[in-house]
T-cell receptor, first 112, second 113 residues
Framework: ETGVTQSPTHLIKTRGQQVTLRCSSQSGHNTVSWYQQALGQGPQFIFQYYREEENGRGNFPPRFSGLQFPNYSSELNVNALELDDSALYLC???????????FGPGTRLTVL | DQQVKQNSPSLSVQEGRISILNCDYTNSMFDYFLWYKKYPAEGPTFLISISSIKDKNEDGRFTVFLNKSAKHLSLHIVPSQPGDSAVYFCAASATSGTYKYIFGTGTRLKVLA
């Protein structure tokens, strides 16, 4: 049973650019949630996808968008990057929107 | 507005003693609570959870207590071990609607050998 994987591990972008982060959910899981963790803070919920549909969204602007594929892997896209977008981006998978979420190691995004 | 608060950024405990990590919340709609442990360069790992219909849940060395009237939960680790040294996050969710979890800012636990 493979765990949650994320790519890339690290990424450096400049302001105004666009970025795509990827997540492969744990085998058998059909729900993926994305979180942003700024330095010294807890993870903040961005959105959740369940069976390829968005199932809830946190307080993030529309330039944060996502996608879930038929194999339940997921992408997080961020347009028009801002300096404050620098953070660790975590994805977590679960079964049927269950409470127990399994997190990936995260993607560290730095915006210069 | 921080709906889930962990007011102690750090805690040091001697090996073998009890570690108590605290978490307060403000939203009375929250009805499910979780604790996660995070090591550097890894994602958070689920530890233990509790539903609002209970006031205690135990799993080995880990026990979570929930006081709904005080909107307070705590995680007890007994006995503490050096491998428990990590950042601990509590998270809360209102299960009506989406399973959106609100996390606290974390408490860094250091267990001294």
């Amino acid at each position: 049973e493979t765990g949650v994987t994320q790519s890339p591990t690290h990424l450096i972008k400049t302001r105004g650019q666009q970025v795509t982060l990827r997540c492969s959910s744990q085998s058998g899981h059909n729900t993926v949630s994305w979180y942003q963790q700024a330095l010294g803070q807890g993870p903040q919920f961005i959105f959740q996808y369940y069976r390829e549909e968005e199932n809830g969204r946190g307080n993030f602007p529309p330039r944060f968008s996502g996608l879930q594929f038929p194999n339940y892997s997921s992408e997080l896209n961020v347009n028009a990057l801002e300096l404050d977008d620098s953070a660790l981006y975590l994805c977590a998978s679960s079964l049927d929107r269950g409470h127990e979420q399994f997190f990936g190691p995260g993607t560290r995004l730095t915006v210069l | 507005d921080q709906q889930v608060k962990q007011n102690s950024p750090s805690l040091s405990v001697q090996e073998g003693r009890i570690s108590i990590l605290n978490c307060d919340y403000t939203n009375s709609m929250f009805d499910y609570f979780l604790w996660y442990k995070k090591y550097p360069a890894e994602g958070p790992t689920f530890l233990i959870s509790i539903s609002s219909i209970k006031d205690k849940n135990e799993d080995g060395r880990f026990t979570v207590f929930l006081n709904k009237s005080a909107k307070h939960l705590s995680l007890h680790i007994v006995p503490s071990q050096p491998g428990d040294s990590a950042v601990y996050f509590c998270a809360a969710s209102a299960t009506s609607g989406t399973y959106k979890y609100i996390f606290g800012t974390g408490t860094r636990l250091k267990v001294l050998a």
